[in-house]
């Protein structure tokens, strides 16, 4: 059930953004699993997307990570408080990447609870990508890990969304990216509670 490399090199992040939808998130921290139904996803398009870290060709210390072979996992902090995990994709040199904006909590809910200091019926507690990795323990040090591995994977439970289940609208916080902040590259499960605000279209 666990998504094999070959799965990662899909060239097209468009299709992954919405397919990574209902695909179950897990980790393993100091021995504890946690695990969650993937609900909100935003492509990033690359060298090509002006909302990418990679556009235009940057290549830095934080970026490489984009570069590498799909199937490692790109986790960067944002405005120095939360971690945000990204699924890079797609073939070595090309950096597409899909954020995991938001989970529905499945598997060690108690140690969600207790990473995020609220009860799991809360939406808030893994709504919003920052909320989403905090709650499954995500932080800086999972950066460039191998999506095959022990410590951060992807399962497959066959949970399956129809076409109009499916919300596609302009990704968030990207207003930097000019006309690429219109593109209609954010998706998510209209009727799941656990995914972030706005979650209307």
């Known amino acids: 059930m666990k998504l094999q490399f070959d799965y990662y090199l899909n060239r097209d992040v468009i299709f992954l953004a919405q397919d990574l939808l209902g695909k179950v998130l897990y980790t393993q921290v100091e021995g504890e699993i946690t695990a969650g139904i993937i609900v909100e996803t935003e492509a990033y398009f690359g060298e090509q997307d002006k909302a990418s870290h990679a556009y235009g060709g940057r290549r830095t210390n934080r970026t490489e990570t984009l570069y590498g072979q799909g199937g ?7 405005y120095g408080i939360h971690h945000l995990f990204n699924v890079v994709s797609s073939v070595e040199g090309e950096p597409h990447a899909v954020l995991i904006r938001a989970v529905e909590p499945l598997i060690g809910k108690e140690i969600m609870e207790r990473r995020r200091s609220m009860p799991v019926t809360n939406a808030a507690i893994t709504s919003g990508p920052g909320s989403a990795a905090k709650a499954l323990g995500i932080n800086r040090s999972f950066n460039e890990k191998d999506l095959t591995g022990e ?48 979650n209307t279209f």
């Open 151 to 198: 410590e951060i994977w992807i399962e497959d439970h066959q949970i399956q969304y129809t076409t109009d289940q499916i919300a596609a609208v302009p990704r968030v916080g990207v207003a930097y990216a000019k006309e690429d902040a219109f593109l209609p590259w954010r998706f998510f499960i209209k009727s799941n509670k656990y995914v972030s605000k706005p």
């Open 72 to 78: 490692l996992s790109y986790v960067y902090l944002c």
